[in-house]
């Protein structure tokens, strides 16, 4: 799958009209599924990612924050870039944002505690009344789709108190922050904006409602839920159920759940029965430390502690994303040297569901962030027409590391080797088995310019430049013809 957008885009770039004209490119290269940004409105208008939610009924259709449209353009191209997408064969996978709001019409006086920021499950305050920004009247979209307003008795809380001009922890007075959130600062129920209360039964149907209205207008195949460690767990089951019995759609879902504790993970996945997939956040630290550590990384163990080792049906795997961009809130950019070899991690193994990233591939000008379409594109048809047939690891090493695919019936010259250091180049005796016996390998990549020679038991030896990947093919093989 792939990410298709990066954090600094502008609304110049016009996203939803790139992605149509670059839909059948995705799909001849492999793509199966993309996964677009929040298309609602954001509190910044067409500067706002999306994240900074605050009209969900507004893809970009009405004059609120400033415009009509989003960052990414109107609801109109929106719908079309979804159908184009799925024209060429690919599901569309919605970004949305259930924990908080951003960007209110008005302020309410409202009886909160202050609650250690550090700690949240320790007031520090007697209750007092706040002024807090909870009112959403949309007047712009004027009940249009839905005549839904939010108020205080929505949210949890904020994290401003207009009164004051203090920024603090908020708990409106009553209520209470979810056990089933990240323990992170005692309970991370509370990220940002308003806080969301998903144990009001109205904010629960509104979503619900909201949901089938956005399916109905979009044909979206599913969603990246966002920031899923600060809402209770169990309310993505009780959504994903309802919604997937209403559409009789399977409605793929992937959590974003940000952190790189394996058991976290797992028990995410533990207390919502399984409804959904996580981002291998793992996976994304072990890549950013063996990027960082000047080929001192011992890569035979670069996929501990990661949830594709450990449960690979559920691990979406991907290098980096756009909160881990440079200056952003998750910053933790995996150095472009690496990219190579964390790419061909992802891509040309058996396991996981991969996820390139737009600003890997199309490069991120704001940064001065070269593409790398050109390797990457190399990966992705790797992957497409070769990475077939049972898998054999050569993680012997601590530089240097490899496995082989041995190719099947189903997909002609395929099977492969791969070889990769994050120190010396060298090489690797490696076995690829009968169906690349007796052939001539070469390097798909082009970082390595000599062949190598598979004798009759399949035993060949690979080579790899220092700090680079390799990925041995046949020779005259389906893509070349
Ligand atoms: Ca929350
Ligand atoms: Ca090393």
Redesign the pocket.
Known sequence: MMQYFEWYLKPEDDLWNKVISDSSYLSSIGISTVWLPPAYKGSAGIHDTGYGVYDLYDLGEFMQKGDVRTKYGTKEEYIHAVKALQGNGIEVLADIVL??RLGADGLEDVIAIEDNPLNRTQGISEPRTIRAWTKYNFAGRNDIYSSFKWNWTHF?GVDWDELTQKKSIYLFYGKHW?EQ?DKENGNF???MGA??DLNNVDVVNELITWAKWYLDQTHVDGFRLDAVK??RSSFFKEFLDTLREDTGKKLFSIGEYWSANLESLKQFLKETKNAVSLFDVPLHYNFFNASNSNGCYDMRTILDGTLVKSNSEKAITFVDNHDTEPGQSLESWVQPWFKPLAYAIILLRDSGTPCLFFGDYYGIPEKNILPMKKILEKLVLARKYFAYGPQTDYFDHSNIIGWVREGDYDHPDSGMAVILSDGPGGSKVMNVGKRLANHVLYDFTGNVKEPVYIDQEGNGIFYTNGGSVSVWVKENNIYVK
């Open positions: 924990n908080h949890h979810d959130v129920d509370y990220l806080d969301v600060h809402i």
